[in-house]
């Protein structure tokens, strides 16, 4: 994602510094010659290479789940997509803020506890999505006193975030769009 990002500012400032060489006389200096390697590359990519390049940075690399003995439930019929259903006030807050120190934690573990929820209970309504925010604190507490930490940090909750990213495939599965 990083790359992608970073190739496409390339893209777009040596766009730009092309539209200035065209109506300017002297050409313009780019700040770093990395950055003027990177576009000369880029420019002499052929198509298969650029193909490549786009494959091997749109590659999924979270480990793979068989789902293939996962059967859909009959909640599946009532299925709402997560991001449809509507959390409790203090959850939503804490969804939405992103500059306190334990932010993402909370994220993390919010949306590990949801798809272990829908799985656990077969739920694949807003209700079996949306963990209350007191369940989601107490397991953030519990946390933090088991690694003796007075404020989790994406590290600490890393492992979640993965089984989260896995369960959610189980939970496609089961119920279509998580």
Do not use: W
């Not at 390697?37 to 420019?43: N, S």
């Not at 599946?76 to 509507?86: F, G, V």
């Not at 006030?89 to 573990?109: Q, T």
């Amino acid at each position: 994602m990083r790359r992608t990002a970073l190739l496409s500012g390339l893209v777009i400032l040596g766009l730009g510094t092309m539209g200035l060489a065209q109506t300017s006389e002297a050409p313009p200096v780019l700040p770093e010659p990395e950055l003027q390697e990177l576009l000369d590359q880029q420019a002499e990519m052929s198509e298969a290479e650029r193909k490549a390049e786009e494959d091997f940075l749109n590659l999924d690399l979270s480990s793979d789940v068989d789902v293939s003995s996962v059967e859909r439930v009959p909640s599946a019929d009532q299925n709402q997509p997560n991001r449809t259903c509507e959390p409790t006030p203090e959850m939503n807050a804490n969804l939405r803020r992103s500059n306190k120190p334990g932010d993402r934690a909370y994220r993390d573990i919010a949306v590990y506890l949801s798809t272990t929820n829908v799985i656990a209970t077969q739920d694949c309504t807003c209700a079996g999505k949306i963990i209350p925010h007191e369940t989601v604190v107490r397991f953030e507490d519990r946390l933090r006193k088991e690694l003796d930490v007075d404020v989790l940090t994406p590290d600490h909750t890393r492992g979640l975030y993965e089984a989260y990213e896995r369960q959610i495939k189980i939970v496609d599965a089961m119920c279509g769009e998580y």
